[in-house]
C-alpha cells in the first residue's frame, strides 16, 4: 500500500556515468533546475541536466541528461544526448539516445542512433577515407547514382 515497490509508473532516467562517454567519471555536473547563460570550456568528463544558454567546449565527454537543454553549439571530443540540443555539434563521436533531440548540423567522425531519437539538420561524416564509394552501373541495372557505404567493422 504505502510502502509499494512497484516502479512501473516511474520515469526512466539517463544513467549518471556512461561508460560511452570514454568510460571517465563525470566530474562537473550541472543539476536540473540549475539555468546558466554564457559561452563555457569544460575541461573534464560533464553532465548537464539543466538549461545552458552558449557555446560548449570540451576536451572531454558531455552527456546532456534527460532534462538537459543547450541553447548553442557543442564541441567536444565525444557527446551523448539523452535530452534537447537547439545548436550545431562537432565531435569525434555522437549518440542520439532514445527520446532526444537534436535541431542543428552536425560534423562528426562516428555518429550512434538509437530508434526514437530526433535529428533535423545537416550531417557531415569527417573520416581519412570516404564512406562512400559511387558503384559503376552496368546495362541491366536500371536508373543511376547507385552508392555502396564501406562497412568500418570490415575494414
Do not use: W
Not at 557555446?55 to 546532456?64: K, N, Y
Amino acid at each position: 500500500m504505502f510502502g509499494s515497490k512497484d516502479k512501473s509508473h516511474a520515469p526512466e532516467t539517463a544513467p549518471v556515468q556512461n561508460k560511452s562517454a570514454s568510460s571517465k567519471d563525470i566530474k562537473t555536473l550541472i543539476g536540473e533546475g540549475c539555468k546558466v547563460e554564457g559561452n563555457f570550456f569544460i575541461p573534464t568528463a560533464t553532465r548537464i541536466d539543466g538549461t545552458i544558454k552558449g557555446d560548449l567546449t570540451g576536451d572531454s565527454g558531455i552527456v546532456i541528461g534527460l532534462a538537459g537543454r543547450i541553447e548553442g553549439s557543442i564541441c567536444a571530443s565525444e557527446v551523448v544526448v539523452y535530452g534537447t540540443v537547439e545548436g550545431n555539434i562537432e565531435t569525434n563521436k555522437l549518440e542520439l539516445k532514445k527520446g532526444s533531440k537534436v535541431n542543428g548540423d552536425l560534423t562528426v567522425n562516428n555518429f550512434i542512433t538509437e530508434q526514437g531519437s530526433i535529428f533535423n539538420g545537416k550531417c557531415i561524416m569527417k573520416t581519412e577515407e570516404s564512406n562512400v564509394t559511387e558503384l559503376k552501373t552496368s546495362a541491366d541495372n536500371y536508373g543511376t547514382g547507385n552508392v555502396k557505404i564501406k562497412s568500418a567493422i570490415n575494414q
